[in-house]
């Protein structure tokens, strides 16, 4: 409570002082303030009264520059009265300026003033122009005239009231300014005075205080150590931790425990102990530490799993005996009821340990525990992954061979389709060859027998023709026989191997054809070939129009369509043969047929697409319910036109 007293005391004291002196700061600025709008006021008083005679002056100068205009005809004077009158109005200017606060009756009379001096000026003005028409007498009368000599009366009488108020304002304005200076100076002064004495009393009183103060740091002081040290303390707990996040190296992180226990508990020395090994082990130490402590106390420690606290060496259990030795702590290393070691703090003298140093001293031993479990973890799994490499290592290599052995029989797999194809194309060639060997031999010797047969019964019919009446149907008919025989071969040698596809090329050979087949089937196709396609290679020529015959003969037998159309063109290196209808469409080959034997490899959509294969191109199939699209694309050779 008294403290409370005291601090209101010293709040009251120096707020009052304070606030006093805000008052005079306030006072003084306001009187500043004054002061500056005072002599902003007297500064423009001085330009009202250094403006009026000028304004006077300069009109006296214009009358005296016209007069001289007038008398000496000099052009001179006529640049001077026109300078004069720029300069009245310029005075007048800076009087309007000056003048801004001035109450409205002063801004009336300055109106006034510039009204008069206007009336002046164009007053020479007229008696110029009288002088520019010759008439110098009456220029010179004009200017001497009462009504002119009553304005130059009026101009000077309003410039001398104006002078004469502006006189006496800035003579009051000037006493206003020196009596606030005055109060201003006054009331500094005796705030001055109150504030030095208030803040003396506070002065006083502060003083008295001081000692109690001190002795308040000095407790703060040991306060601020203890939290200092425990800041250190917290910055090597978490360097510890961070070497604890190297598993693999776990001297670093024991060098920093011991370390942080003698710089920060402090201890002359500090000893981490291993337990689990089969026998006391010593792996980081900063002093010799005695045998029976090595052996006796942590097995003690290990069996009881308790801290052990020897403040002074003479009440040592173990009877140890040292004169190096005055007291020692030692804390187990424990990790889920197993203790891995102990860890020890080493004093010379005697000295009892504090909760706050038990405490520390018990977190490092933690620490450790938990660093020596995180090594040996990844000791045991550096074990495990060389096991898994070594046994990785030999499941690859089993990979490699059966890799090896699966691109061997990958590579047989293609060798033996490659030769598949090729065994395709050269059947498609040897089928092509056949067909035109038996086109050729229907076309040739079939045909030309049949033809001496029809010779033959024609002639026999006319050595007949008295003898049996019974002979002659017989024979008309063998004729008939013979005839349809002999068309049927030559349709069929033609359709085998067209001669006309060798002679005249595809476009030709299509027109041929179709104009068959639309007799034969009663389907009408359009063709429709551009004369830029030219004679193609033998090869192309072929598989194309193998490609019409099959699509042709899928038409007839499948879309149940009465329409079709051919289109033949050459775009960018490519012969692009479309066959289309308006049928209904069939299933996809995918769907319908297996990949055919080697003996109907000219059968079908599967023979169509090895014969356009052999030569590079490819088949396409669009089949919907509204009609089907056979598309063959085929590159062209160099020698091709």
């Given at each position: 409570m008294k403290r409370i007293h005291n601090r209101v005391i010293v709040a009251v004291g120096f707020w009052l002082a304070v606030a006093i002196l805000i008052g005079i700061g306030v006072a003084t600025h306001q009187s500043n303030l004054d002061f500056i709008r005072t002599g902003d006021r007297i500064k423009r008083a001085r330009h009202v009264i250094e403006n009026l005679p000028n304004i006077r002056f300069a009109l006296q100068d214009a009358e005296q520059q016209t007069r001289e205009l007038i008398k000496t005809d000099d052009m001179t004077h006529q640049d001077a009265r026109l300078l004069a009158a720029v300069q009245v109005t310029?005075?007048?200017?800076?009087?309007?300026?000056?003048?801004?606060d001035w109450p409205a009756q002063g801004q009336q009379d300055i109106a006034a003033l510039e009204v008069l001096a206007g009336d002046r000026l164009r007053l020479l003005d007229e008696a110029v122009k009288l002088r520019n028409t010759q008439d110098r007498a009456a220029a010179i009368q004009l200017l001497d005239t009462d009504q002119s000599r009553a304005l130059v009366s009026q101009i000077d009488a309003?410039?001398?009231?104006?002078?004469?108020?502006?006189?006496?304002?800035?003579?009051?304005?000037?006493?206003?300014?020196?009596?606030?200076?005055?109060?201003s100076v006054a009331l500094f002064v005796l705030g001055c005075f109150v504030s030095l004495g208030i803040l003396s009393g506070v002065f006083l009183y502060l003083n008295v205080q001081i000692d109690a103060r001190r002795a308040a740091e000095i407790a703060l002081a040991r306060e601020k150590a203890l939290l200092e040290q425990q800041y250190r303390r917290q910055t090597a707990l978490a360097k510890i931790e961070f070497a604890i996040n190297q598993p693999h190296e776990l001297k670093p992180a024991l060098e920093q425990?011991?370390?942080?226990?003698?710089?920060?508990?402090?201890?002359?020395?500090?000893?981490?102990?291993?337990?689990?090994?089969?026998?006391?082990?010593?792996?980081?130490?900063?002093?010799?530490?005695?045998?029976?402590?090595?052996?006796?106390?942590?097995?003690?420690?290990?069996?009881?799993?308790?801290?052990?606290?020897?403040?002074?060496?003479?009440?040592?259990?173990?009877?140890?005996?040292?004169?190096?030795?005055?007291?020692?702590?030692?804390?187990?290393?424990?990790?889920?009821?197993?203790?891995?070691?102990?860890?020890?703090?080493?004093?010379?003298?005697t000295r009892q340990y504090r909760g706050d140093e038990m405490d520390f001293l018990e977190s490092l031993a933690a620490r450790a525990a938990l660093a020596i479990s995180?090594?040996?973890l990844y000791d045991r799994l550096q074990d495990i992954n060389r096991l898994l490499e070594s046994?990785?290592?030999?499941?690859?290599?089993?990979?490699?061979?059966?890799?090896?052995?699966?691109?061997?029989?990958?590579?047989?797999?293609?060798?033996?389709?490659?030769?598949?194809?090729?065994?395709?194309?050269?059947?498609?060639?040897?089928?092509?060859?056949?067909?035109?060997?038996?086109?050729?031999?229907?076309?040739d010797v079939t045909a030309q027998n049949l033809s001496a047969i029809t010779l033959n019964l024609a002639r026999l019919e006319n050595?007949?023709?008295?003898?049996?009446?019974?002979?002659?149907?017989?024979?008309?008919?063998?004729?008939?026989?013979?005839?349809?025989?002999?068309?049927?071969?030559?349709?069929?040698s033609y359709v085998l191997h067209p001669p006309m596809l060798d002679e005249y090329g595809l476009p030709r050979a299509l027109e041929w054809y179709l104009d068959g087949f639309a007799t034969r089937s009663g389907i009408r196709v359009e063709l429709h070939a551009l004369p830029t396609v030219g004679r193609l290679s033998e090869e192309t020529e072929m598989a194309l129009f193998r490609v019409v015959q099959e699509g042709l003969t899928n038409i007839r037998r499948h879309a149940g369509s009465q329409h079709a159309s051919i289109q033949l063109t050459r775009d960018d290196g490519f012969v692009i043969l479309e066959i289309k209808d308006d049928g209904h469409g069939f299933p996809k080959p995918a769907e319908t047929e297996a990949p055919p034997p080697a003996v109907q490899l000219g059968v079908g959509i599967t023979g169509m697409r090895e014969r356009l294969r052999q030569l590079g191109g490819q088949l396409d199939v669009e089949s919907s319910a509204t009609g089907t699209i056979v598309r063959a694309v085929v590159p062209m050779k160099g020698n091709e036109t």
């Amino acid at each position: 409570m008294k403290r409370i007293h005291n601090r209101v005391i010293v709040a009251v004291g120096f707020w009052l002082a304070v606030a006093i002196l805000i008052g005079i700061g306030v006072a003084t600025h306001q009187s500043n303030l004054d002061f500056i709008r005072t002599g902003d006021r007297i500064k423009r008083a001085r330009h009202v009264i250094e403006n009026l005679p000028n304004i006077r002056f300069a009109l006296q100068d214009a009358e005296q520059q016209t007069r001289e205009l007038i008398k000496t005809d000099d052009m001179t004077h006529q640049d001077a009265r026109l300078l004069a009158a720029v300069q009245v109005t310029g005075a007048f200017n800076r009087l309007r300026k000056a003048s801004a606060d001035w109450p409205a009756q002063g801004q009336q009379d300055i109106a006034a003033l510039e009204v008069l001096a206007g009336d002046r000026l164009r007053l020479l003005d007229e008696a110029v122009k009288l002088r520019n028409t010759q008439d110098r007498a009456a220029a010179i009368q004009l200017l001497d005239t009462d009504q002119s000599r009553a304005l130059v009366s009026q101009i000077d009488a309003s410039i001398y009231a104006l002078m004469e108020a502006e006189q006496h304002a800035f003579i009051a304005r000037d006493d206003e300014l020196k009596a606030k200076a005055h109060f201003s100076v006054a009331l500094f002064v005796l705030g001055c005075f109150v504030s030095l004495g208030i803040l003396s009393g506070v002065f006083l009183y502060l003083n008295v205080q001081i000692d109690a103060r001190r002795a308040a740091e000095i407790a703060l002081a040991r306060e601020k150590a203890l939290l200092e040290q425990q800041y250190r303390r917290q910055t090597a707990l978490a360097k510890i931790e961070f070497a604890i996040n190297q598993p693999h190296e776990l001297k670093p992180a024991l060098e920093q425990i011991v370390r942080a226990v003698v710089e920060l508990m402090p201890s002359d020395d500090a000893s981490v102990i291993l337990w689990d090994t089969g026998a006391p082990q010593s792996v980081v130490s900063t002093g010799q530490l005695p045998a029976t402590l090595k052996d006796q106390a942590t097995r003690w420690i290990a069996e009881h799993k308790q801290t052990l606290v020897v403040p002074a060496i003479g009440d040592d259990l173990f009877g140890t005996k040292t004169n190096e030795l005055g007291a020692y702590a030692g804390v187990p290393l424990l990790l889920e009821n197993d203790v891995l070691g102990v860890l020890y703090a080493l004093d010379r003298k005697t000295r009892q340990y504090r909760g706050d140093e038990m405490d520390f001293l018990e977190s490092l031993a933690a620490r450790a525990a938990l660093a020596i479990s995180k090594v040996r973890l990844y000791d045991r799994l550096q074990d495990i992954n060389r096991l898994l490499e070594s046994r990785v290592h030999e499941r690859t290599v089993e990979l490699i061979g059966t890799n090896e052995r699966l691109l061997h029989e990958v590579e047989e797999r293609l060798h033996a389709e490659q030769a598949l194809h090729d065994l395709s194309g050269r059947l498609l060639q040897l089928q092509d060859q056949e067909r035109r060997h038996i086109a050729r031999e229907l076309h040739d010797v079939t045909a030309q027998n049949l033809s001496a047969i029809t010779l033959n019964l024609a002639r026999l019919e006319n050595i007949l023709a008295g003898a049996d009446p019974k002979a002659l149907p017989v024979i008309n008919e063998s004729i008939h026989l013979a005839e349809d025989c002999l068309r049927e071969i030559r349709t069929l040698s033609y359709v085998l191997h067209p001669p006309m596809l060798d002679e005249y090329g595809l476009p030709r050979a299509l027109e041929w054809y179709l104009d068959g087949f639309a007799t034969r089937s009663g389907i009408r196709v359009e063709l429709h070939a551009l004369p830029t396609v030219g004679r193609l290679s033998e090869e192309t020529e072929m598989a194309l129009f193998r490609v019409v015959q099959e699509g042709l003969t899928n038409i007839r037998r499948h879309a149940g369509s009465q329409h079709a159309s051919i289109q033949l063109t050459r775009d960018d290196g490519f012969v692009i043969l479309e066959i289309k209808d308006d049928g209904h469409g069939f299933p996809k080959p995918a769907e319908t047929e297996a990949p055919p034997p080697a003996v109907q490899l000219g059968v079908g959509i599967t023979g169509m697409r090895e014969r356009l294969r052999q030569l590079g191109g490819q088949l396409d199939v669009e089949s919907s319910a509204t009609g089907t699209i056979v598309r063959a694309v085929v590159p062209m050779k160099g020698n091709e036109t």
